[in-house]
C-alpha cells in the first residue's frame, strides 16, 4: 500500500483493473485503500496493488518459497508478496498463483 495521505495513482487504478481483468473468473472485488487496492475474494484480503502499481498477493509457509525462487519481494511486514511479470503476462500461472492465495486467506 502507499502511504497514509497519498492520493490514488494513475499506476495503482491500472494495475487493479488488469489484475482484476486477468483473474475475472475468479469473481475478485477490490477496495481502495491507502494509496492503493486490496483486492478480495469472498470478503478476505488476498492481495494489494501498491501506490506505485505494484501487484502483491498473499503468502505463507506453503507457498513463500515459490515466491522467493520466482524472484518475489515481500511487501513491507505484511505477509504478501510481489507478482513477478512472468507470472502476471501468463494468465494460466497467475490462477494458479491466486487460486493459492484465496487458500492462504481461507486459514
Known amino acids: 500500500m502507499g502511504n497514509k495521505g497519498d492520493k490514488m495513482r494513475y499506476a495503482s487504478v491500472e494495475a487493479n483493473l488488469l489484475l482484476l481483468e486477468r483473474l475475472a473468473v475468479l469473481d475478485l472485488t477490490s477496495k481502495k485503500m491507502f494509496g ?22 498473499k503468502a505463507d509457509e506453503s507457498t513463500v518459497l515459490k515466491y522467493h525462487d520466482a524472484g518475489s519481494e ?8 510481489s507478482i513477478p511479470e512472468k507470472i502476471l503476462n501468463d494468465v494460466d500461472q497467475l490462477l494458479i498463483w ?3 492465495s484465496i487458500e492462504v486467506s481461507k486459514k
Open 98 to 100: 491466486a487460486r493459492e
Open 36 to 57: 492503493g487496492h486490496g483486492i478480495f475474494y469472498d470478503g478476505k484480503m488476498i492481495g494489494l496493488i501498491d501506490s506505485k502499481g505494484k501487484a502483491f498477493l
Open 74 to 81: 515481500k511487501h513491507s511486514r505484511m505477509p504478501y508478496y
